[in-house]
Every structure is written in structure tokens, then in C-alpha cells.
């Protein structure tokens, strides 16, 4: 298993390009990073879809050709980063596409569809845990290490939601919230004994406006819908597990007082982009809102079984107008904008570490 180095000016695979994007905004000296396709820079590129003539559309508004990222372009960690030269001291990101919080077997025990890999939370943990000697050699080492370092755990979780989410159960969404908490906890507490002292844990996306979503839910109740377009329900239900996850945090805050645990709120972040998408550039058609800019099929431009990539999907003139890239992942834009309110504000509790630069 390669795990490729988020922070540096060149990746190790040959499709990956040059970031090269921003200066680091934040005094960091690493960034360790877990989680799923949300924050993925390559990990599971081999498991992308790429269409028969070898064209894929991913990468191609920033990077020009493929580069291991399910957007059209750089993602919120790529916003964050550090372009000091492809050196592991510098961060690795431990993130895959399609992990989840909870390892396979939950989903075996309780007869769910599970998440498309088992390179789930505690294992990505595991493989940092072997890459640990290699950073430093000794406690001492480590902590004055891990001092200047950012471990940021998530957003992982919504694969996990998923196969309920099929089964247009909301009752089931709930069940699988403890669990997920708990090893998402269990994660940012294993980090904390390696020597994290500032360690970011995210919160979920509004789902309800997700074109993915909408898709699968494809509801034709008006009254399902809130005021914006959005299934009401299933960010109530993306709410209630930011709630019960910020309860974790506040507890392991009282356990772990000497370190700094910050919470991104990423269902605030995104949310404001739906509810004025004007205001940030983006099309102000509800219709154009929500449709994904590189899929097929109506009303979103989302369908699973021709996903973005495939020869009969299609991409929109200007990617930089929508916010939902191919019905599951945002465009660059959005991701841009949203790493903007964690860098910036209002959007991290508390507040990173005071930014050099702004994010342009």
C-alpha cells in the first residue's frame, strides 16, 4: 500500500501534477491526515473510474489531467497545505476513497452494504503507526515533533451512511451514529497518546443537498423539501450526528486539556453555499444549484450506473458556476470556498492557528 505525501510540490505517482497553489496559510511545520474521497490526493486513484478512451474529466480544470482527486480540482487540503518539497516530515495524508469510520466487519455483523474499501479509520491509524519511527526516534523526538504538527481526523463517516441512505431509511442513519462516533473518538484518542497536541475533527456535510442524494431520495413530496431545495430530513439527521460528535469533543476536551481539539464545521460551511449561491458565483437557478456538473440524467445530472467519466456522461462549460462536481464530491470552487471558512473563520471552534496568508 503506497500512502502519498499530501504536501509536497510533486507527487510520487507520474499521473499526479505539480499543486503548487499557495503558500501554507498556517504556521504549521506537518499536516497528518485521515479520511475518505472528501480529502483523498491519490491514495485510491487506482479504484477511479476511467473511461475507455482513457480521457477522464477529474483534474482538469486546475491540474489539466488526472491527479488522484475526485473533483475537477484541488480539494480542501490542498488549501491547507504545506509546498515545502516532497519530504514525509512535511505531512502524509492517510486518507482513501470510500473508507469509513467503521471497519467492515460492522457492517457484515449487522447485514449492511458496506463502504467500497476496508481502508477504514483505525486502519488508516495502523499505517501511521508503522510510519511513525521513520519521523522520529524517540519520545522526545516525537513530542517536540508533533508539537508543530496538525492531525486532522475526517471527514470520515459519510460512506458509512450510505447504504441506509439507499434504503431511504432514516431510522437506520441514526443507528450507526454511536458507532461511528465512538471509533472516530477512539481514533482521535490514539493520535493524542502518539503525541498530537492540536488535532482538528470535522463534522459531516448538509447530504440533504447533495445531488447524490437528492438523486437516490428522489422524492416528489413538496413538503420534503426546505425552502432551499434541500431534503429537510436528512440534514436534520447530518445535525443530530454533528451534535452527538461535538459532544465527544467537548468530553475529550475535559479529559485532554492540553490539547487543543478543533471542530470544522463543515455542514455550516458548505450549507451557506446552497442557501446563497448567488453570493459566492455560483448559478442562482435552484435547478443549476443542485445539478452535479459532470454526470448524465435528469434532474441532477447524477446517475450511478454512467457516473462522471463514463462516455455518455457530460460536463458542464463552466465548472466554477456549481457547487457538486459529480453528484457525490464538490467542485474545486466549493472546496475552495469552504477551506476559506476554516482558514479564515468563521467556520473552526476554535480557531486555527492565526493564518500569514488568505486563501486567493
Not at 88 to 101: E, L, M, T
Not at 201 to 207: C, D, R, Y
Request: hydrophobic share 35%; with cysteine; proline share 5%.
Amino acid at each position: 500500500m503506497k500512502i502519498f505525501i499530501i504536501f509536497s510540490i510533486t507527487f510520487t505517482c507520474g499521473i499526479f501534477g505539480n499543486v503548487n497553489s499557495n503558500v501554507n496559510p498556517l504556521p504549521y511545520e506537518a499536516i497528518f491526515n485521515f479520511g475518505d474521497s472528501i480529502s483523498d490526493t491519490g491514495n485510491a486513484a487506482a479504484y477511479h473510474h476511467v473511461p475507455k478512451d482513457g480521457k477522464s474529466p477529474y483534474g482538469s480544470t486546475y491540474f489539466k489531467h488526472p491527479s488522484g482527486r475526485l473533483s475537477n480540482g484541488r480539494l480542501i487540503i490542498d488549501f491547507i497545505n504545506l509546498t515545502k518539497g516532497q519530504d514525509i516530515r512535511h505531512g502524509v495524508n492517510f486518507a482513501f476513497a470510500g473508507a469509513g469510520a467503521l471497519d467492515m466487519n460492522y457492517f457484515t455483523n449487522n447485514r449492511l452494504k458496506a463502504p467500497a474499501t476496508n481502508n477504514s479509520l483505525s486502519v488508516q491509524l495502523d499505517w501511521f503507526k508503522k510510519l511513525k519511527p521513520s519521523l522520529c526516534k524517540n519520545k522526545k523526538e516525537c513530542n517536540n515533533y508533533f508539537k508543530k504538527s496538525l492531525f486532522i481526523v475526517g471527514e470520515i463517516g459519510g460512506n458509512d451512511i450510505n447504504a441506509p441512505i439507499s434504503y431511504n431509511n432514516i431510522s437506520k442513519l441514526r443507528e450507526i451514529v454511536p458507532p461511528m462516533i465512538e471509533e472516530i473518538t477512539k481514533a482521535t484518542i490514539a493520535l493524542i497518546e502518539e503525541g498530537a497536541v492540536e488535532v482538528v475533527v470535522p463534522g459531516n456535510f448538509p447530504i440533504g443537498c447533495n445531488s447524490g442524494v437528492l438523486t437516490v431520495v428522489n422524492s416528489g413530496n413538496k413538503d420534503d423539501y426546505d425552502q432551499f431545495g434541500c431534503l429537510a430530513a436528512y440534514n436534520v439527521f447530518i445535525k443530530y450526528y454533528n451534535w452527538r460528535l461535538n459532544q465527544a469533543i467537548e468530553a475529550l476536551r475535559q479529559q485532554k486539556n492540553h490539547v487543543k481539539i478543533i471542530y470544522f464545521d463543515y455542514y455550516g460551511d458548505a450549507r451557506r453555499l446552497f442557501q446563497a449561491p448567488q453570493k459566492y458565483g455560483f448559478s442562482s437557478s435552484k435547478n443549476e444549484t443542485f445539478r452535479a456538473c459532470c454526470g448524465t440524467g435528469e434532474p441532477y445530472n447524477v446517475d450511478e450506473h454512467a457516473p462522471c467519466g463514463s462516455l455518455t456522461s457530460t460536463i458542464c462549460s463552466d465548472p466554477s458556476k456549481h457547487i457538486n462536481w459529480d453528484g457525490a464530491h464538490f467542485t474545486e470552487e466549493a472546496y475552495k470556498l469552504i477551506a476559506k471558512g476554516l482558514v479564515e473563520g468563521p467556520f473552526a471552534s476554535p480557531s486555527l492557528k492565526s493564518p500569514l496568508f488568505k486563501i486567493v
